[in-house]
């Protein structure tokens, strides 16, 4: 098992920049997949970056690249997500998600590849 927990959402205006944190514990954490998904209001789930355990392998929507960035610190067993030039269609909550193996570069991309959700947190970005 392996708990995640979300922090770094909050009101921002549109421009603004976020750090968002995932923290990771339980067995083996460190090994695991991690990835960014987010949801607006009445919106499905969508992926938004992801990196590989090593941390060398990372993937990001198209609507976020030059925006944001993945990192992983594994010492910390933590991911964090870097939000720079956010603007009101960023608003959602934020999910970390993580996965103990991904088969191919496009299942990265796949909510079901992820066996472990955090509880979300909130971004909003006003205009």
């Known amino acids: 098992q392996v708990q995640l927990v979300e922090s770094g959402g909050e009101l921002v205006q549109a421009g603004g920049s976020l750090r968002l944190s995932c923290a990771a514990s339980?067995?083996?954490?460190?090994?695991?997949?991690m990835a960014w998904f987010r949801q607006a209001p009445g919106k499905e789930r969508k992926f938004v970056a992801a990196i590989s355990r090593d941390g060398g392998l990372q993937y990001s929507e198209d609507s976020v690249k030059g925006r944001f960035t993945i990192s992983s610190d594994n010492a910390k067993n933590t991911v964090y997500l870097q939000m720079n030039s956010l603007t009101p269609e960023d608003t959602a909550v934020y999910y970390c998600?993580?996965?103990?193996?991904?088969?191919?570069?496009?299942?990265?991309?796949?909510?079901?590849?992820?066996?472990?959700w955090g509880q979300g947190t909130q971004v909003t970005v006003s205009s």
């Open positions: 339980g067995r083996s954490a460190s090994t695991y997949v």
């Open positions: 998600a993580a996965a103990p193996r991904v088969t191919g570069s496009n299942s990265y991309y796949l909510a079901r590849t992820y066996n472990y």
